[in-house]
């Protein structure tokens, strides 16, 4: 069986590679302006051109999708998003969906969103190379084409089209769902209600590890 998820952290965001018989699938892609630390650690860790079979993104935003295009076209693959959130990679606006005020926002959220505004701002034109996913996915869509024993899940609150990646051996690629730096937490929460329902689908499944979007992998439950 395939090994677990390697993290390929890039200024604070986490993409996986998740190993497959016969190549790799790649979850969320990290910002441009991180491409060539992205195209280089995926080298090293033996993804080559014809190896990579897919790459998911676990939602929208810029930190996750920012080389999705470039990714595809590098490696000839194909690149999935949920239906909810396909609008803001064909369009880079990552507030499409989302409310006007999120439910929840930390200290840390803020200083995270006003980073991320800032940052847009400086880079207007260059911020997200936009793009039309060639798969939509949904829960329950089944990686095992792809080599992989893995499921996709649906995990809206973070954005309404929030997925994550849960394999056979437990191990979850949970986006932004949760973070993990000191510890585990929840800086930026759009929908409460919709997250809570997404973190009682977990607490119903055999979750071993959380490879979260930011910070560290830790034991579930945090």
């Known amino acids: 069986m395939p090994g677990p998820p390697i993290t390929i952290p890039l200024g604070g965001v986490n993409c996986y590679l998740l ?6 699938v790649l979850v969320d892609t990290g ?7 992205l195209d280089a650690r995926l080298r090293d860790s033996g ?5 990579l079979k897919l790459v998911l993104l676990t939602h929208g935003d810029l930190d996750h999708a920012g080389n999705a295009r470039h990714v595809r076209e590098l490696y000839a693959t194909n690149v999935g998003i949920h239906p909810d959130d396909a609008p803001m990679v064909e369009t880079g606006d990552a507030r499409l969906g989302r409310k006007l005020v999120p439910d929840r926002m930390t200290l840390t959220g803020r200083f995270i969103r006003v980073a991320g505004t800032v940052m847009e701002a400086l880079r207007r034109g260059e911020a997200l190379e936009t793009f039309t996913p060639d798969l939509l996915i949904d829960e329950d869509f089944d990686l095992s084409a792809y080599g992989l024993e893995a499921r996709v899940l649906h995990l809206p609150g973070h954005s309404p089209g ?17 973070y993990h730096w000191r510890k585990v937490s929840v800086p930026i929460m759009d929908d409460a ?3 809570e329902a997404s973190m009682s689908k977990l607490r119903s499944l055999d979750v071993r590890m959380v490879y979260p979007g930011h910070g560290k992998p830790f034991a579930w439950p945090g």
């Open 193 to 195: 209600a919709a997250h």
């Open 31 to 37: 910002l441009a302006t991180k491409r060539t630390a």
């Open 162 to 178: 929030s997925i994550g990646v849960l394999t056979a051996s437990g191990d979850l690629v949970c986006g932004d769902l949760l």
């Open 19 to 24: 190993p497959a018989d016969g190549g790799f």
């Open 47 to 51: 993804c080559l051109p014809g190896t």
